[in-house]
């Protein structure tokens, strides 16, 4: 299975300020995807990154607050821009496997995101 | 468009003790797949056991094993002889074909194992 590296695992940041979120995996993978977790609740797919063309973003969710970058078929950035304390989430990146009918994703460990 | 929903926020059960999730989804297609994620305080997400919707057999995964009921749209996760290793996040998910790869979550049922 796909090792996957998140970046940073944990952050506390000021209103105002973007925090980058990395994600690198050790295999070439097709789709990429972002999650956002609220304390308490279920992951919300926030994109899918495709590589070589813009994200793929979900009802709610704007390029302007949470771009996003796929520079190659390992590696993916989301940038959570302007923050607000509503924004404190748990931030997961997942890889599609090769695999899909047994296990569809991995998911990366995730970065616990505070803003005060 | 599919629905995943788990109607029960937290449950608690005893250690050594058995107990059931509900999940329960809305979907028009006929091949799919239905998993059960396990996320502990440690944030991953752990595949706990899968289904495939054209097989009648209900999945086992040694302690956790699912009751598929697909006329009633019905996936429910049994976890027998729990332990405190179990105390967790549970997550529903739903997966086709269809969908571009996208995994569609329920809303998660908090459980805690007591000694």
């Known amino acids: 299975s796909a090792v996957i590296s998140q970046k940073p695992s944990r952050d506390i940041c000021q209103r105002g300020t973007s925090l980058t979120i990395q994600c690198q995996v050790d295999?070439?993978?097709?789709?990429m995807f972002w999650y956002r977790q609220q304390p308490g609740q279920s992951l919300t797919l926030i994109a899918t990154a495709n590589q070589g063309s813009e994200a793929t973003y979900e009802s709610g969710f704007v390029i302007d607050k949470f771009p996003i970058s796929r520079p190659n078929l390992t590696f993916s950035t989301l940038t959570v821009s302007n923050m607000s304390p509503e924004d404190s989430s748990i931030y997961l990146c997942?890889?599609?496997?090769?695999?899909?009918?047994?296990?569809?994703?991995?998911f990366g460990d995730g970065t616990r995101l505070s803003i005060l | 468009a599919q629905t995943v929903t788990q109607s029960q926020p937290e449950m608690s059960v005893q250690e050594a003790e058995t107990v059931t999730l509900s999940c329960t989804y809305d979907?028009?297609?006929?091949?799919?797949?239905l998993f059960w994620y396990k996320q502990p305080p440690s944030r991953q997400m752990i595949l706990v056991i899968r289904q495939e919707a054209y097989k009648q057999q209900n999945a086992t995964e040694n302690r956790f094993s699912v009751n598929f009921q697909k006329a009633a749209k019905s996936f429910s996760l049994k976890i027998s002889d729990s332990q405190l290793g179990d105390t967790a996040m549970y997550f529903c998910?739903?997966?086709?074909?269809?969908?571009?790869?996208?995994?569609?979550f329920g809303q998660g049922t908090e459980l805690s194992v007591k000694p």
């Open positions: 979907t028009s297609e006929n091949n799919y797949y």
């Open positions: 998910a739903f997966f086709t074909y269809n969908q571009g790869g996208k995994l569609i």
């Open positions: 997942s890889v599609a496997t090769r695999d899909t009918a047994n296990q569809p994703q991995h």
């Open positions: 295999s070439q993978v097709t789709m």
